[in-house]
């Protein structure tokens, strides 16, 4: 049985060992194929994220995140770059040594509207999408040889596999293919909250704007989905967030419904006291805690009020709730 070789890039982050799970429960889908994962992890991976990755048959590699353009990538059929919040400057790094390593497929986790957003994160995300756009691009696509010919070796094998495929030529072509995941609000940074949710005050600086907080175990079902079936998801980007949008309001009912603790929604103007009280004591990086009040600035302005419709083109399943969320943290939430 063949493998297929999937690299992912600091993989001690969140999401990507969501995604390494999922796509250790589902398996490849393509039924002569065996999925082979290395978890390329930074310095800052705890003997914990360690002995999890291991736990999931990942071939851990610890690499010197200081010098990101030296990654040890090898022989690879595709890559997933997950970025910390402290090293979103190596983006661009990872993705030219894929290149180098002319890795046929790379999908990038980004953010939501990193087009538009004239913040730090915003922008070093916007940067490294152009960048991976700009050298696994179609125009890149064009064989070493004649153009358009393929050796008929390869031409003559109808049932070979898009994966094969691209093995195969990548010998003759100078072929890389992306795409890119972008990421709305996790529900886990309403865990940010919970000393005032204790206190029966939900305080929010987003007025009556609307959200829908994602999960993170959904971002990896949907990177695992993309890495799976790369040859269906080629140059597209796709804007992943929560199932259900919620305001100030919602969240303060939903909360007193499922906890049985009565909350009132007390949208705040004060960042710098949302800040001082709640983000920072539970948030450590500096970047993260900066992003998380710009999402939520980005909230009261309008430009999140959004349900993205790509879970159900990505895969069908079934989103986690915020419902679920809230169950599964109430201790953590109420203390109870």
């Not at 094969?164 to 609000?185: F, N, Y």
Request: proline content about 4%; glycine content about 4%; overall charge negative.
């Amino acid at each position: 049985m063949a493998k297929d070789f999937i690299y992912i890039v600091e993989a001690e982050r969140p999401t990507a060992i969501a995604t390494i799970e999922a796509m250790v429960k589902t398996g490849s889908t393509h039924s002569n194929r065996r999925l082979q994962i290395t978890a390329a992890v930074t310095s800052k991976a705890t003997p914990e994220t360690h002995a999890k990755l291991v736990s999931l048959g990942c071939n851990v590699v610890e690499f010197d995140e200081t010098v990101p353009a030296q990654i040890p990538i090898g022989e690879v059929h595709k890559m997933m770059i997950v970025l910390s919040p402290e090293r979103l400057d190596a983006g661009v790094a990872y993705i030219e040594a894929a290149k180098r390593a002319n890795v046929p497929f790379v999908l990038l986790q980004s953010v939501l509207l990193a087009d538009v957003r004239q913040d730090y994160v915003g922008k070093q995300f916007a940067e490294a999408e152009k960048r991976l756009q700009s050298l696994f691009g179609k125009k890149e696509c064009e064989p070493q040889h004649e153009k358009h010919q393929e050796p008929t070796n390869i031409k003559a094998r109808d049932n070979i596999s898009q994966e094969e495929c691209i093995s195969e030529l990548r010998k003759h072509h100078q072929c890389s293919h992306w795409s890119v995941l972008r990421v709305g609000i996790y529900d886990h940074y309403l865990l940010a909250l919970k000393d005032c949710i204790r206190k029966g005050v939900l305080d929010l600086p987003i007025g009556n704007g609307k959200f829908a907080p994602v999960a993170v175990e959904d971002v990896g079902k949907a990177a695992a989905h993309i890495l799976d079936k790369s040859e269906n998801h080629s140059e597209h980007i796709y804007n992943i967030t929560g199932p259900e949008l919620v305001n100030g309001e919602i969240l303060a009912k939903g909360l007193t419904d499922t906890l049985h603790h009565q909350l009132t929604y007390k949208p705040t103007e004060d960042k710098n006291h949302i800040a001082q009280e709640h983000i920072k004591k539970n948030i450590t990086s500096t970047t993260e805690q900066d992003n998380v009040l710009e999402l939520y600035e980005l909230v009261k302005q309008g430009k999140l009020e959004i349900i993205s419709p790509h879970f159900t083109e990505i895969e069908a399943f079934r989103s986690k709730t915020l419902e679920q969320f809230f169950l599964e943290h109430k201790e953590e939430l109420i203390g109870a």
